[in-house]
């Protein structure tokens, strides 16, 4: 299998259980502060999953979505569940600013301006922090 989320390697990890896990994602200059949320298991739909496992992702989805608005203070938060290009189940969770180069347009999208951004360096570290609890 050559699925570049099974065989991913050198990830920044926040998180990891034997289900899913948490990863900073920084290769994309116009969305500093993205998170993906990703199932270990190689499925493609949310469907593929039963009912409790699917409580298991979004709940964390929604853990990694507060946490990045704490430490962040965002905008907005986008949340996407895409995988046409990678079929395997991961959520983004990013952060979005009103200065960031797409806003209010998603960040796929040609940047509108060079970003202004003045993130706390440490963010990915203090979201580490909450989503482990060892605040």
């Known amino acids: 299998m050559s ?4 065989l991913a390697m050198g990830e920044e990890v926040l998180l990891e259980t034997p289900q899913l896990r948490v ?5 994309d200059p116009n969305a500093p502060a993205f998170c993906r949320v990703i199932w270990q298991q ?11 496992e699917r409580n298991e992702l979004m709940q964390t989805v929604y853990k990694v979505e507060q946490a990045m608005r704490e430490v962040l203070k965002p905008a907005k938060i986008n ?18 600013f009103e200065n960031d180069a797409c806003f209010p347009a998603p960040i796929w999208a040609p940047a509108q ?7 706390p360096e440490n963010w990915a570290d203090q979201v580490r922090k909450i989503l482990t609890g060892s605040i």
């Not at 699925?3 to 099974?6: L, Q, T």
């Not at 190689?42 to 409790?52: I, K, N, Q, R, Y």
């Not at 301006?113 to 993130?119: E, F, G, I, N, V």
């Open 113 to 119: 301006r060079k970003a202004k951004l003045d993130l």
């Open 42 to 52: 190689h499925v493609a739909e949310m469907t593929d999953l039963p009912p409790d």
């Open 79 to 96: 949340l996407a569940s895409l995988g046409n290009m990678v079929p395997h189940l991961h959520w983004h969770v990013i952060a979005r």
């Open 3 to 6: 699925c570049p989320i099974c």
């Open 23 to 27: 990863i900073v994602v920084r290769e």
